[in-house]
Antibody, heavy 121, light 110 residues
Framework: EVQVVESGGGLVQPGRSLRLSCSTS????????INWVRQAPGKGLEWLGF??????????ECAASVKGRFSISRDDSKGIAYLQMNNLKTEDTAVYYC????????????WGPGTLVTVSS | QSALTQPRSVSGSPGQSVTISCTGT?????????VSWYQQHPGKVPKLIIF???KRPSGVPDRFSGSKSDNTASLTISGLQAEDEADYYC??????????FGTGTEVTVL
């Protein structure tokens, strides 16, 4: 069974950093791009970025809104992807989801339950 | 990349049809046949219901259908049912090798 589970959320002060994890099982993570999507309270979905597979260089693409502050990495040996968030702002408060897609199959079929990040002093 | 434009809300009676539009640009919706749609019930995780503009994943009822014309994609729910009351989001692949979601539409079953 495909499983995707986010962890690492919590309360953090503005300006601090936080790293979220996306733990996967039930599929070969190395065959998939891993995406991060967030949803602020009462708001819509916002795509943040993805990391390509090692076959495609393991490079990343990020939304302009978080470029330079957020970065994505992966450890296929552990089945985990990460979202490193630096210089957090109050507007980064959201539920953060991890999801996957395959190259040239541009849709997100499995989503984790999400992890809540609250940025507040 | 600006969010794709969706109506804030649509409503219909059980059995009726409703259509949700998703307007982008030639750099996203109009440039690729990579529009997907997601259904999200309150407090729940988004669920894929349409991919590649018109295709339905296994298990998704055939009352959900998708289409596209130029820079606008559409999701139609035919034979509206109470359990279809939810938020719906479109998503498109974009020229910058990124993705962009729509602003979201709340569907109310009267």
């Amino acid at each position: 069974e495909v499983q995707v589970v986010e962890s690492g959320g919590g309360l953090v002060q503005p300006g601090r950093s936080l790293r979220l994890s996306c733990s996967t099982s039930g599929f070969t993570i190395g065959d998939y791009l891993i995406n991060w999507v967030r949803q602020a309270p009462g708001k819509g979905l916002e795509w943040l970025g993805f990391i390509r597979t090692k076959t495609y260089g393991g490079t990343t693409e990020c939304a302009a809104s978080v470029k330079g502050r957020f970065s994505i990495s992966r450890d296929d040996s552990k089945g985990i992807a990460y979202l490193q968030m630096n210089n957090l702002k109050t507007e980064d408060t959201a539920v953060y989801y991890c999801t996957r897609h395959r190259h040239a199959y541009n849709w997100f079929d499995y989503w984790g339950p999400g992890t809540l990040v609250t940025v507040s002093s | 990349q600006s969010a794709l434009t969706q109506p804030r809300s649509v409503s219909g009676s059980p059995g009726q049809s409703v259509t949700i539009s998703c307007t982008g640009t030639s750099s996203d919706v109009g440039g690729y046949n990579y529009v997907s749609w997601y259904q999200q019930h309150p407090g729940k995780v988004p669920k894929l219901i349409i991919f590649d503009v018109t295709k339905r994943p296994s298990g998704v009822p055939d009352r959900f259908s998708g289409s596209k014309s130029d820079n606008t994609a559409s999701l139609t729910i035919s034979g509206l049912q109470a359990e279809d009351e939810a938020d719906y989001y479109c998503c498109s692949f974009a020229v910058t090798s990124t993705f962009v979601f729509g602003t979201g539409t709340e569907v109310t079953v009267l």
